[in-house]
C-alpha cells in the first residue's frame, strides 16, 4: 500500500491530545524510562517513498492538517465529500513539463521496489499547488500492495485533488485506471477515540490484477492550503528513499517578485545538487536535478533532530522573528478571560510567592482543561479563544497554552506561548525559518530572572517550578514575540536536580544457608516521578505489589515481596519514593569457601541503543541523557564475617559518559555505590566501537558481586564460640604478613628494590601494629636497598611520623614526593607532619595538593578533614570548594558526617547520632575515626576537656592501624604540654 501526500509537514498543533505512555521500567524499575507516543500533531511521515512501511508522499503545500498514521486495526467510516474536493481525469496542468516514464537504470536491477520517476512540481500562487508525476515498479511478490491500494490523506475543507493519470504499464503495454479505478473516502474514527477530530479524510485507490513487474505511473496535483498561514509558502520534499530512485525532480514556480529561501535538511552521504534557474512568463524557475540516487536504509535508534533522508525545505519567511509575528498574528495578547474564571483568577492574586502562583496556574490549566481537540480548518493552529476553551472544558496544546498565558499575563507574570517540535526536538535549528518547524505550543514565563517553559499538557505537575520535569530538555523553541530574534534552547540551570533517579538495596543475612531480606528504596525526581505519580494512581493493591516485584523475579528466583509497597510523594519538591521489602531464598551462594552475591545496579540498560551493527552512516541516540542514574546497595553478611577494607573509589570519565564507584567493607558490612551520569545525547557513527569498549570498561568496573571470603570468615557460628572481630582479623592478617615477609628476606634471594619492597612491607605492618621502634631499621634499609625509590622515602617517612619524628618525616616525605607519579597520600602524609610539628599553614597548603592529586573520592575525603580541621586550628574559613563537598551530603557515607561537622554544618549530637546507627564492626571502626574529629571540633571550640575525653576514647578503640590512632597520642601529649 501507497500512502500518498501526508500534511506536508506541517500538522495541527494538538500535542497533549490522548498521550499514551509506554513504561518500560529497566531493572527492578530503577529507571523510568517514559515513551510518550504522541499520535497526534506530529511530523510522522519523512520519506516521499518507503514501500515497506507503506509511505509515499505528496503534499501541498502549507497543508496544515496531520497525515495520520493509525494503527491498521483503526475503524474505518466510509463517507462522502463535498462535489469538486477530488476530481478524476482532469487535464493535464499546463504550467508543468512533465518527465516521460523512464527506463529501470541497471543500478536498480533485483531490488524489489523501483522509484523509475519522481517528478515534483511546486506552484507558488493563489492557490499553491502542487503536482506529483511518480513511477514505481514492483519486482516482487512481497512488495505488491504497494501499489495494489495508494491511500491519499487530504483535508477536502481547503484542498482540492485531481487525480489526472493513473496507470499501470505492464510488458510495454499502458492500463489506464485512470476513469475505472475504484476510489473510496474513510475517516478514522480512531480520531475521536484518540481525544482529537481534525478533518482529515483518506481517499483509497484500490487496483485488481497487480503483478510482479508492473509499474504504477500517477500524476496527481492539490491545490490549496490551510488560510491560517495566509499566502505564505512553505514546503518540504524528500529527496532520496529508502528504495532507489531513477530520476528525480523538484521544480518550484514562484512569482519573479516572490522570493523563497531554500536549504538542504538531512541525509549524510548523498549529492546535494545546485539547481540550475530560470524565468518563464513572469516566474522564477527553480530545477533540480537527480539521477541514480540509491536507497538509503534507516537505521535504527537515530535521534529524533536528524533526517536520516536527504530533502529540501522551501520557505518565504525571511528570519525566525518574521515567523514569531506571524504567530502572534493567531495567538491574541488581548484575548479575554471569561467572566465565569473570576474566582479563580482571585484566588491566584490572592498568592503572594510568584513561584506559587505560576505553579497553581498551571495545575489548574492542566487538571481543569482536558486534552481534547477538535481542530478543523485554521484551528489546526490557530487557538480557540478562552472563553470557547473554558466553555467545553477541554483543548489541545495551542488552546490551554493561550489560556495559561493570558491567566499568568493578568497576574502580572511575564509570559508568552512559545513554538516547539516534540517530534525532532532541536531540529528546528537545523531549518530555515518556517512554521513547518514546529509541531506543539508550550509556554515561556521569565521568573526572577529565569525562563521557564511549561507544558499545560501534561499531567500531575506540582510544586515548585524548578522542580517541575521538563519533557523538552535541549529542545529549541520559538517564544511568540515581538522582539523574538532566534531560537532558544530549553536548559534547566538545576539539570542534576530534576533529572536523576536513586535506587538503595540493602540486603542482609542472618546466617549463609538462612533466606536473605531485601529492602529496596527507589527514588524518582522530574518528569520521572511525574509519570510514575500517574502510572500508580491508575494501579489497585495487586498491580503495585506486581509493579515492585519489577525485574527482581529474574534476578532472584523464588523472591516473595514482604508486606504491601510504601509510597512517599512530595509534592513540592516533585519527589516521589517507593519502599519495598522482599525475602530471598537462597541469596548467597558457596565457591570454593567464599560466599557470593550478585546485585543489579541497572546503569547500562536503557542508557544507550546500541545497534546490532556499529558500522552505519547516523548518530545513535542516547536514551538516558540527561538522566543521572545512582544506585547503593549494603550487604549485611552473617556476623561471622570480620573484613576490614577502607573505602576507596573508581573512576571512569570516557567523552560519552561519566561513572563514579565506591566500595568499603567493615566489620560485616560491605557497600557499593554506583553514579553514572550520560554527557550527551547521540554518540557520532564513528565513536561507536569506542562507546561498546568503554561499555564493557563500565561493566568490569561495577562487577555485580558482593563477596566474603573464606579468610573473612570466623568459625565461631559453627562452635558456638565467642566471635572475633573485624580488628581481630586485621591483626592477625598483619602479624601473618610479617612472618610471611620474615621468611622470605631469611631465604636470601631478594636483592634491591625487591628487597626494600618487602622490608617496607615489615615496616609499616610493624607500625601498623604499634610498633614502629621495631619497623623503623626495616624502613631505614629499604632507603638504602632502593634510594631512587619514592615508595622506600614515603615509607621511612611515615615510620618517623609514628615515632613523632616530625622534621624527619617531612625530609623524607619531601625526598618521595619527585620520585613518585600518585603523589597524594605522600602530601597527606608530610601534611600531618608539618601539623603536629606546628608548621600549620605548610600543613594545609600539604593537605590542599593531596586533594588536588588524588583521584579517589574516598581518601580524598580524609585530605578534606585533615584539610578543614588543619583551617580550623588556624582560625580561617573553609574555601568555597571544601565548604561545598561538606554540603552535598552531610549525613551521607561516613566520613561525611565528620566533615559537615567541622564546617559547622552538624552538631557533635549529630555526627554520634549516624554513628549509632551502624552495627557491630562498622560502628566500632567509625567510631575509631569519628571521636577523633569530635575531639578536633571541641577543641575549635575551646572546650579542651571535651577534646581529651574524645582523644582518650580513640585510644580506647585500640585500632593501632588508623591515622586517626596515631594523632590522637599526639593530640593528647600537645594537651599535656610534652610534645
Same mark, same amino acid.
Given at each position: 500500500?501507497?500512502?500518498?501526500?501526508?500534511?506536508?509537514?506541517?500538522?495541527?498543533?494538538?500535542?497533549?491530545?490522548?498521550?499514551?505512555?509506554?513504561?518500560?521500567?529497566? =531493572?527492578?524499575?530503577?529507571?523510568?524510562?517514559?515513551?510518550?507516543?504522541?499520535?497526534?500533531?506530529?511530523?510522522?511521515?519523512?520519506?516521499?517513498?518507503?514501500?515497506?512501511?507503506?509511505?509515499?508522499?505528496?503534499?501541498?503545500?502549507?497543508?496544515?492538517?496531520?497525515?495520520?498514521?493509525?494503527?491498521?486495526?483503526?475503524?474505518?467510516?466510509?463517507?462522502?465529500?463535498?462535489?469538486?474536493?477530488?476530481?478524476?481525469?482532469?487535464?493535464?496542468?499546463?504550467?508543468?513539463?512533465?518527465?516521460?516514464?523512464?527506463?529501470?537504470?541497471?543500478?536498480?536491477?533485483?531490488?524489489?521496489?523501483?522509484?523509475?520517476?519522481?517528478?515534483?512540481?511546486?506552484?507558488?500562487?493563489?492557490?499553491?499547488?502542487?503536482?506529483?508525476?511518480?513511477?514505481?515498479?514492483?519486482?516482487?511478490?512481497?512488495?505488491?500492495?504497494?501499489?495494489?491500494?495508494?491511500?491519499?490523506?487530504?483535508?477536502?475543507?481547503?484542498?482540492?485533488?485531481?487525480?489526472?493519470?493513473?496507470?499501470?504499464?505492464?510488458?510495454?503495454?499502458?492500463?489506464?485506471?485512470?476513469?475505472?479505478?475504484?476510489?473510496?473516502?474513510?475517516?478514522?474514527?480512531?480520531?475521536?477515540?484518540?481525544?482529537?477530530?481534525?478533518?482529515?479524510?483518506?481517499?483509497?485507490?484500490?487496483?485488481?490484477?497487480?503483478?510482479?513487474?508492473?509499474?504504477?505511473?500517477?500524476?496527481?496535483?492539490?491545490?490549496?492550503?490551510?488560510?491560517?498561514?495566509?499566502?505564505?509558502?512553505?514546503?518540504?520534499?524528500?529527496?532520496?528513499?529508502?528504495?532507489?530512485?531513477?530520476?528525480?525532480?523538484?521544480?518550484?514556480?514562484?512569482?519573479?517578485?516572490?522570493?523563497?529561501?531554500?536549504?538542504?535538511?538531512?541525509?549524510?552521504?548523498?549529492?546535494?545538487?545546485?539547481?540550475?534557474?530560470?524565468?518563464?512568463?513572469?516566474?522564477?524557475?527553480?530545477? &533540480?536535478?537527480?539521477?541514480?540516487?540509491?536507497?538509503?536504509?534507516?537505521?535504527?535508534?537515530?535521534?529524533?533532530?536528524?533526517?536520516?533522508?536527504?530533502?529540501?525545505? &522551501?520557505?518565504?519567511?525571511?528570519?525566525?522573528?518574521?515567523?514569531?509575528?506571524?504567530?502572534?498574528?493567531?495567538?491574541?495578547?488581548?484575548?479575554?478571560?471569561?467572566?465565569?474564571?473570576?474566582?479563580?483568577?482571585?484566588?491566584?492574586?490572592?498568592?503572594?510567592?510568584?513561584?506559587?502562583?505560576?505553579?497553581?496556574?498551571?495545575?489548574?490549566?492542566?487538571?481543569?482543561?482536558?486534552?481534547?481537540?477538535?481542530?478543523?480548518?485554521?484551528?489546526?493552529?490557530?487557538?480557540?479563544?478562552?472563553?470557547?476553551?473554558? $466553555?467545553?472544558?477541554?483543548?489541545?496544546?495551542?488552546?490551554?497554552?493561550?489560556?495559561?498565558?493570558?491567566?499568568?499575563?493578568?497576574?502580572?507574570?511575564?509570559?508568552?506561548?512559545?513554538?516547539?517540535?516534540?517530534?525532532?526536538?532541536?531540529?528546528?535549528?537545523?531549518?530555515?525559518?518556517?512554521?513547518?518547524?514546529?509541531?506543539?505550543?508550550?509556554?515561556?514565563?521569565?521568573?526572577?530572572?529565569?525562563?521557564?517553559?511549561?507544558?499545560?499538557?501534561?499531567?500531575?505537575?506540582?510544586?515548585?517550578?524548578?522542580?517541575?520535569?521538563?519533557?523538552?530538555?535541549?529542545?529549541?523553541?520559538?517564544?511568540?514575540?515581538?522582539?523574538?530574534?532566534?531560537?532558544?534552547?530549553?536548559?534547566?540551570?538545576?539539570?542534576?536536580?530534576?533529572?536523576?533517579?536513586?535506587?538503595?538495596?540493602?540486603?542482609?543475612?542472618?546466617?549463609?544457608?538462612?533466606?536473605?531480606?531485601?529492602?529496596?528504596?527507589?527514588?524518582?525526581?522530574?518528569?520521572?516521578?511525574?509519570?510514575?505519580?500517574?502510572?500508580?494512581?491508575?494501579?489497585?493493591?495487586?498491580?503495585?505489589?506486581?509493579?515492585?516485584?519489577?525485574?527482581?523475579?529474574?534476578?532472584?528466583?523464588?523472591?516473595?515481596?514482604?508486606?504491601?509497597?510504601?509510597?512517599?510523594?512530595?509534592?513540592?519538591?516533585?519527589?516521589?519514593?517507593?519502599?519495598?521489602?522482599?525475602?530471598?531464598?537462597?541469596?548467597?551462594?558457596?565457591?570454593?569457601?567464599?560466599?557470593?552475591?550478585?546485585?543489579?545496579?541497572?546503569?547500562?540498560?536503557?542508557?544507550?541503543?546500541?545497534?546490532?551493527?556499529?558500522?552505519?552512516?547516523?548518530?545513535?541516540?542516547?536514551?538516558?541523557?540527561?538522566?543521572?542514574?545512582?544506585?547503593?546497595?549494603?550487604?549485611?553478611?552473617? $556476623?561471622?564475617?570480620?573484613?576490614?577494607?577502607?573505602?576507596?573509589?573508581?573512576?571512569?570519565?570516557?567523552?560519552?559518559?561519566?561513572?563514579?564507584?565506591?566500595?568499603?567493607?567493615?566489620?560485616?558490612?560491605?557497600?557499593?555505590?554506583?553514579?553514572?551520569?550520560?554527557?550527551?545525547?547521540?554518540?557520532?557513527?564513528?565513536?561507536?566501537?569506542?562507546?561498546?569498549?568503554?561499555?564493557?570498561?563500565?561493566?568490569?568496573?561495577?562487577?555485580?558481586?558482593?563477596?566474603?571470603?573464606?579468610?573473612?570468615?570466623?568459625?565461631?557460628?559453627?562452635?558456638?564460640?565467642?566471635?572475633?572481630?573485624?580488628?581481630?582479623?586485621?591483626?592477625?592478617?598483619?602479624?601473618?604478613?610479617?612472618?610471611?615477609?620474615?621468611?622470605?628476606?631469611?631465604?636470601?634471594?631478594?636483592?634491591?628494590?625487591?628487597?626494600?619492597?618487602?622490608?617496607?612491607?615489615?615496616?609499616?605492618?610493624?607500625?601498623?601494629?604499634?610498633?614502629?621502634?621495631?619497623?623503623?631499621?626495616?624502613?631505614?634499609?629499604?632507603?638504602?636497598?632502593?634510594?631512587?625509590?619514592?615508595?622506600?622515602?614515603?615509607?621511612?617517612?611515615?615510620?618517623?611520623?609514628?615515632?613523632?619524628?616530625?622534621?624527619?618525616?617531612?625530609?623524607?616525605?619531601?625526598?618521595?614526593?619527585?620520585?613518585?607519579?600518585?603523589?597524594?597520600?605522600?602530601?597527606?602524609?608530610?601534611?600531618?607532619?608539618?601539623?603536629?610539628?606546628?608548621?600549620?599553614?605548610?600543613?594545609?597548603?600539604?593537605?590542599?595538593?593531596?586533594?588536588?592529586?588524588?583521584?579517589?573520592?574516598?581518601?580524598?575525603?580524609?585530605?578534606?578533614?585533615?584539610?578543614?580541621?588543619?583551617?580550623?586550628?588556624?582560625?580561617?574559613?573553609?574555601?568555597?570548594?571544601?565548604?561545598?563537598?561538606?554540603?552535598?551530603?552531610?549525613?551521607?557515607?561516613?566520613?561525611?558526617?565528620?566533615?559537615?561537622?567541622?564546617?559547622?554544618?552538624?552538631?557533635?549530637?549529630?555526627?554520634?547520632?549516624?554513628?549509632?546507627?551502624?552495627?557491630?564492626?562498622?560502628?566500632?571502626?567509625?567510631?575509631?575515626?569519628?571521636?577523633?574529629?569530635?575531639?578536633?571540633?571541641?577543641?575549635?571550640?575551646?572546650?579542651?576537656?571535651?577534646?581529651?575525653?574524645?582523644?582518650?576514647?580513640?585510644?580506647?578503640?585500640?585500632?593501632?592501624?588508623?591515622?586517626?590512632?596515631?594523632?590522637?597520642? &599526639?593530640?593528647? =601529649?600537645?594537651?599535656?604540654?610534652?610534645?
Amino acid at each position: 500500500m501507497l500512502r500518498l501526500f501526508p500534511a506536508n509537514r506541517s500538522g495541527a498543533w494538538l500535542h497533549g491530545v490522548s498521550v499514551k505512555r509506554v513504561n518500560s521500567l529497566s =531493572r527492578h524499575g530503577a529507571t523510568l524510562q517514559v515513551h510518550i507516543q504522541l499520535r497526534l500533531c506530529k511530523q510522522l511521515l519523512r520519506h516521499f517513498l518507503s514501500v515497506l512501511i507503506t509511505t509515499f508522499t505528496l503534499s501541498t503545500p502549507d497543508t496544515n492538517v496531520l497525515a495520520q498514521s493509525m494503527p491498521s486495526d483503526t475503524p474505518l467510516k466510509e463517507i462522502e465529500i463535498a462535489a469538486g474536493a477530488f476530481n478524476r481525469g482532469a487535464p493535464m496542468p499546463t504550467w508543468a513539463d512533465l518527465l516521460p516514464l523512464q527506463p529501470v537504470s541497471p543500478m536498480a536491477a533485483g531490488k524489489p521496489v523501483v522509484i523509475r520517476l519522481n517528478d515534483t512540481h511546486l506552484l507558488v500562487g493563489l492557490p499553491h499547488t502542487t503536482l506529483i508525476n511518480f513511477a514505481v515498479q514492483i519486482n516482487d511478490t512481497s512488495a505488491l500492495s504497494a501499489i495494489g491500494q495508494v491511500v491519499i490523506p487530504f483535508n477536502p475543507q481547503f484542498q482540492r485533488m485531481q487525480l489526472h493519470k493513473y496507470l499501470i504499464v505492464r510488458n510495454g503495454q499502458i492500463i489506464d485506471h485512470t476513469l475505472t479505478a475504484q476510489v473510496r473516502f474513510l475517516q478514522r474514527e480512531g480520531q475521536l477515540e484518540t481525544g482529537a477530530y481534525t478533518g482529515i479524510i483518506t481517499a483509497a485507490i484500490v487496483l485488481p490484477d497487480v503483478r510482479v513487474g508492473d509499474t504504477l505511473h500517477a500524476v496527481i496535483s492539490v491545490e490549496g492550503s490551510n488560510p491560517v498561514f495566509g499566502t505564505r509558502f512553505s514546503w518540504s520534499a524528500d529527496w532520496e528513499d529508502n528504495s532507489p530512485v531513477v530520476v528525480r525532480r523538484v521544480t518550484l514556480m514562484t512569482p519573479k517578485n516572490r522570493p523563497i529561501n531554500w536549504r538542504w535538511i538531512g541525509g549524510s552521504i548523498g549529492p546535494r545538487p545546485q539547481p540550475t534557474e530560470s524565468v518563464r512568463d513572469g516566474y522564477r524557475l527553480l530545477r &533540480f536535478d537527480g539521477r541514480d540516487l540509491a536507497g538509503v536504509d534507516i537505521e535504527p535508534y537515530v535521534p529524533a533532530n536528524i533526517q536520516p533522508l536527504q530533502s529540501l525545505q &522551501f520557505a518565504e519567511y525571511t528570519n525566525w522573528n518574521d515567523v514569531a509575528r506571524w504567530a502572534l498574528s493567531i495567538f491574541p495578547t488581548d484575548a479575554q478571560l471569561p467572566e465565569e474564571m473570576s474566582p479563580v483568577m482571585a484566588r491566584l492574586r490572592a498568592i503572594t510567592d510568584p513561584d506559587e502562583k505560576v505553579s497553581q496556574a498551571l495545575q489548574w490549566v492542566q487538571s481543569e482543561i482536558r486534552n481534547w481537540s477538535i481542530a478543523l480548518g485554521e484551528n489546526s493552529h490557530r487557538p480557540q479563544p478562552p472563553a470557547e476553551v473554558l $466553555k467545553r472544558r477541554f483543548g489541545d496544546c495551542k488552546d490551554k497554552s493561550l489560556l495559561l498565558t493570558r491567566m499568568l499575563t493578568e497576574l502580572g507574570i511575564d509570559a508568552r506561548p512559545a513554538m516547539a517540535s516534540m517530534s525532532t526536538r532541536n531540529g528546528p535549528a537545523q531549518m530555515p525559518p518556517t512554521h513547518q518547524a514546529f509541531d506543539h505550543v508550550i509556554v515561556q514565563v521569565r521568573l526572577a530572572g529565569r525562563e521557564f517553559y511549561l507544558d499545560p499538557t501534561r499531567e500531575k505537575q506540582t510544586g515548585l517550578l524548578t522542580r517541575m520535569g521538563q519533557a523538552l530538555e535541549g529542545a529549541t523553541v520559538l517564544p511568540v514575540a515581538t522582539d523574538t530574534r532566534e531560537l532558544v534552547t530549553v536548559r534547566s540551570p538545576n539539570r542534576e536536580e530534576i533529572f536523576n533517579v536513586d535506587l538503595s538495596e540493602r540486603f542482609s543475612l542472618a546466617s549463609f544457608d538462612a533466606e536473605g531480606e531485601l529492602e529496596s528504596e527507589r527514588q524518582y525526581t522530574g518528569i520521572a516521578a511525574e509519570e510514575l505519580r500517574v502510572i500508580l494512581s491508575q494501579l489497585d493493591t495487586e498491580q503495585l505489589k506486581k509493579f515492585a516485584l519489577g525485574g527482581y523475579e529474574l534476578d532472584y528466583p523464588g523472591i516473595r515481596l514482604v508486606g504491601n509497597p510504601q509510597i512517599s510523594d512530595d509534592r513540592r519538591l516533585n519527589q516521589l519514593t517507593l519502599k519495598s521489602r522482599f525475602s530471598v531464598p537462597k541469596l548467597a551462594h558457596k565457591i570454593g569457601g567464599n560466599w557470593f552475591v550478585r546485585f543489579f545496579p541497572a546503569i547500562q540498560p536503557g542508557s544507550f541503543a546500541l545497534p546490532g551493527q556499529l558500522t552505519r552512516r547516523f548518530p545513535v541516540e542516547v536514551p538516558a541523557y540527561p538522566l543521572k542514574k545512582s544506585y547503593k546497595v549494603e550487604m549485611v553478611w552473617p $556476623k561471622s564475617v570480620a573484613a576490614i577494607h577502607d573505602p576507596s573509589s573508581q573512576k571512569l570519565e570516557t567523552p560519552h559518559f561519566r561513572l563514579q564507584t565506591t566500595r568499603s567493607f567493615r566489620g560485616n558490612v560491605e557497600r557499593r555505590t554506583v553514579v553514572f551520569e550520560p554527557l550527551v545525547a547521540e554518540v557520532p557513527a564513528k565513536e561507536l566501537p569506542r562507546l561498546l569498549e568503554d561499555i564493557n570498561k563500565l561493566q568490569q568496573q561495577i562487577g555485580g558481586v558482593l563477596a566474603a571470603e573464606k579468610g573473612e570468615i570466623t568459625d565461631a557460628e559453627a562452635s558456638g564460640g565467642a566471635r572475633n572481630t573485624a580488628l581481630d582479623a586485621l591483626k592477625k592478617s598483619m602479624q601473618a604478613q610479617i612472618e610471611q615477609v620474615n621468611r622470605s628476606i631469611a631465604d636470601g634471594k631478594l636483592t634491591g628494590d625487591d628487597l626494600a619492597m618487602a622490608l617496607c612491607l615489615r615496616a609499616v605492618a610493624l607500625s601498623s601494629l604499634g610498633r614502629p621502634t621495631e619497623g623503623l631499621n626495616d624502613a631505614q634499609q629499604a632507603v638504602k636497598q632502593a634510594a631512587q625509590s619514592g615508595h622506600s622515602w614515603s615509607c621511612l617517612g611515615y615510620v618517623q611520623y609514628r615515632l613523632g619524628e616530625f622534621a624527619k618525616a617531612e625530609a623524607a616525605f619531601s625526598r618521595a614526593l619527585p620520585l613518585v607519579d600518585e603523589p597524594a597520600e605522600i602530601y597527606s602524609g608530610r601534611g600531618m607532619a608539618n601539623f603536629y610539628a606546628g608548621r600549620l599553614e605548610k600543613a594545609a597548603d600539604d593537605f590542599a595538593k593531596s586533594v588536588a592529586a588524588n583521584p579517589d573520592e574516598a581518601s580524598r575525603l580524609y585530605a578534606q578533614l585533615w584539610q578543614a580541621l588543619t583551617l580550623l586550628r588556624l582560625g580561617k574559613p573553609l574555601p568555597a570548594d571544601l565548604a561545598a563537598t561538606a554540603a552535598l551530603e552531610p549525613r551521607g557515607a561516613w566520613p561525611r558526617p565528620a566533615l559537615a561537622m567541622l564546617a559547622g554544618l552538624l552538631s557533635v549530637d549529630d555526627v554520634l547520632l549516624e554513628l549509632q546507627r551502624k552495627q557491630g564492626d562498622e560502628r566500632e571502626l567509625d567510631l575509631a575515626e569519628g571521636w577523633f574529629y569530635i575531639g578536633q571540633h571541641h577543641l575549635a571550640k575551646g572546650r579542651r576537656d571535651k577534646a581529651r575525653e574524645a582523644f582518650e576514647k580513640v585510644l580506647e578503640k585500640d585500632v593501632t592501624m588508623y591515622n586517626e590512632h596515631t594523632a590522637a597520642g &599526639f593530640e593528647l =601529649r600537645l594537651l599535656d604540654g610534652t610534645l
